[in-house]
């Protein structure tokens, strides 16, 4: 799965800005300037920590339900979504050389009409992984 939705306590700042802590998760925090930066900053700290919690294979919690997350005054319970697909995709780009067999006939004929492995290759596996 790489789609969440986690609920998150935004703390309102003294100087405008909030805190943001997911209480399901551990060490997942952040802040913003305003409400709009903390929905920001949190989609993005949401992302690295379920990213770090797939690549690491730890379990993922099941999200709390906001009635059962006790509040302080002032604070407030919104819920953030993020993808950790479309977090890999922008972060974990870096080329990976891998070493394949094909026919010698197909690679001539590959070469003769000028084709990019690695793009049919891409491609093939974004179609093969139903990814976009």
Request: with cysteine; aromatic share 10%.
């Amino acid at each position: 799965m790489s789609k969440y939705s986690f609920p998150a306590v935004f703390t309102p700042e003294e100087n405008g800005g909030y805190s943001v802590n997911f209480p399901d998760l551990e060490s997942c925090y952040t802040c913003g300037d305003d409400m709009t930066d903390a929905i920001m900053m949190a989609e993005d700290v949401l992302s690295l920590t379920l990213y770090n919690y797939e690549i690491s294979e730890r379990t993922i919690p099941a999200p709390s339900s906001p009635a059962d997350i006790s509040l302080s005054e002032g604070e407030l319970i919104n819920y953030i979504a993020c993808s950790t697909l479309e977090y890999r995709k922008r972060f974990s780009n870096a080329a990976v050389k891998k070493t394949l067999t094909i026919p010698e006939w197909m690679n001539d004929e590959a070469l003769r009409a000028g084709i990019n492995f690695s793009q049919v290759l891409q491609d093939a596996l974004k179609q093969q992984l139903h990814i976009g």
